[in-house]
């Protein structure tokens, strides 16, 4: 299920941040300021353990004018389309005319991600991660995706 992020997702979320972004993870209190400035797309994938109980394994942050800030899901959970679920939900926002992110040049499993998405490489930002440049890749709903994967209404 996708839901808005709530406080109360806050430990899990720094979790699957810890594990996602060693080099460079968001704090407590970022998460806590995304939430106020982006309530609305400040998303969490949950499921439902055997016990009941919901687990948070993945989360989407992104702006209205439609930067993700944040994209990461559990290590254990990757590649079962809570990634894809995800951003789906970003590309599926009323009024939204573009998405865009820098991804590491060294992240090679995201940048796969996205052009499987329908993101294209844009340009580059040198040394936008202190040390490593980050690859500005870019998605709008005019670029060609496969049919099965497009919803009609919003345009």
């Known amino acids: 299920?996708?839901?808005?992020?709530?406080?109360?997702?806050?430990d899990a979320i720094l979790k699957i941040e810890q594990l996602s972004f060693p080099k460079s993870p968001y704090d407590r209190m970022t998460f806590v300021h995304l939430q106020v400035l982006y309530?609305?797309?400040f998303l969490v994938y949950t499921e439902k353990r055997a016990d009941?109980?919901?687990?948070?394994?993945?989360?989407?942050?992104?702006?209205?004018?439609?930067?993700?800030?944040?994209?990461?899901?559990?290590?254990?959970?990757?590649r079962k389309g809570i990634g894809r679920a995800?951003?789906?939900?970003?590309?599926?926002?009323?009024?939204?005319?573009?998405?865009?992110?820098?991804?590491?040049?060294?992240?090679?499993?995201a940048q796969a991600?996205?052009?499987?998405?329908?993101?294209r490489?844009?340009?580059?930002?040198?040394?936008?991660?202190g040390n490593e440049d980050a690859l500005i890749i870019q998605w709008k709903p005019s670029f060609v995706t496969?049919?099965?994967?497009?919803?009609?209404?919003?345009?």
């Open 121 to 129: 490489i844009m340009g580059m930002a040198p040394n936008y991660y």
């Open 39 to 41: 309530p609305q797309s």
């Open 86 to 109: 995800l951003l789906h939900q970003a590309m599926e926002t009323p009024q939204l005319r573009l998405l865009h992110a820098e991804v590491r040049r060294s992240n090679l499993g």
């Open 1 to 10: 299920m996708i839901r808005p992020f709530t406080l109360e997702d806050l």
């Open 146 to 155: 496969p049919s099965s994967e497009r919803h009609s209404g919003h345009h």
């Open 52 to 78: 009941g109980e919901e687990e948070v394994l993945g989360y989407i942050i992104f702006s209205p004018e439609g930067h993700i800030i944040s994209l990461a899901v559990l290590p254990e959970h990757r």
């Open 113 to 119: 991600f996205y052009l499987r998405m329908g993101f």
